[in-house]
């Protein structure tokens, strides 16, 4: 049973416009929403994140909501760049002695110039 | 960047024969973790490490076993791998709790391949 589900496993985006990639999560204990980012023949890095105690947290290109009633996040990119083409994972983490981080499938983001 | 190396990066093994892959880091910090990559399937912890001689299983432990006997070193062992085992296998390290928002920082993977 997965934990944290991104039902799209691609998403296309025209340059300067918004991509917006969604995720759901079934456990209401999780603490803290994460998204990353990962370019091919690399590690994940971090790009993200929300506290459950939040619903919004920005930085920069980047917007990342919580629905915590609809167990729901997004996060938005804008403007979308073509350097921004990548596989975005979604993650949540639960503290109990350890970061156990629970991640989504990944949605694979193209930006067309 | 965060100080993580994982050896070796590419391996390819025969079934049955036992495999050792090793993250160092040089952050110091106290927890540690492998996981796989698999299309379909996104990350999926396999062990961590909450200290020297200290660890848990994750989602996907079996056929996998780990030690940490020094802070800076977790090893992941398969010890009679199977072509299911084929993966790109990554380890990150966490800082503590109330440190940062629980993110990981990931090494560059290593790609398995098992015959």
């Known amino acids: 049973d997965q934990q944290v589900k991104q039902n799209s496993p691609s998403l296309s985006v025209q340059e300067g416009r918004i991509s917006i990639l969604n995720c759901d999560y079934t456990n209401s204990m999780f603490d803290y929403f994460l998204w990353y980012k990962k370019y091919p023949a690399e590690g994940p890095t971090f790009l993200i994140s929300i506290s459950s105690i939040k619903d919004k947290n920005e930085d920069g290109r980047f917007t990342v909501f919580l629905n915590k009633s609809a167990k729901h996040l997004s996060l938005h990119i804008v403007p979308s760049q073509p350097g921004d083409s990548a596989v975005y994972f979604c993650a949540a983490s639960d503290w109990t002695g350890g970061f156990k981080t629970i991640f989504g499938a990944g949605t694979r983001l193209f930006v067309k110039a | 960047d965060a100080g993580i190396t994982q050896s070796p990066r590419h391996k390819v093994t025969e079934t049955g024969t036992p495999v050792t892959l090793r993250c160092h880091q040089t952050?110091?910090?106290?927890?540690m973790y492998w996981y796989r990559q698999d299309p379909g399937h996104g990350l999926r912890l396999i062990h961590y490490?909450?200290?020297?001689?200290?660890?848990d299983k994750g989602e996907v432990s079996d056929g996998y076993s780990v030690s940490r006997s020094k802070t800076e070193d977790f090893l992941l062992t398969l010890e009679s791998a199977t072509s299911s085992q084929t993966s790109v296998y990554f380890c990150?390290?966490?800082?503590?709790?109330?440190?940062?928002?629980?993110?990981?920082?990931f090494g560059e993977g290593s790609r398995l391949t098992v015959l």
């Open positions: 952050e110091n910090h106290r927890y």
């Open positions: 990150a390290i966490s800082e503590e709790e109330g440190v940062g928002t629980g993110e990981l920082f």
């Open positions: 490490s909450y200290g020297v001689k200290d660890t």
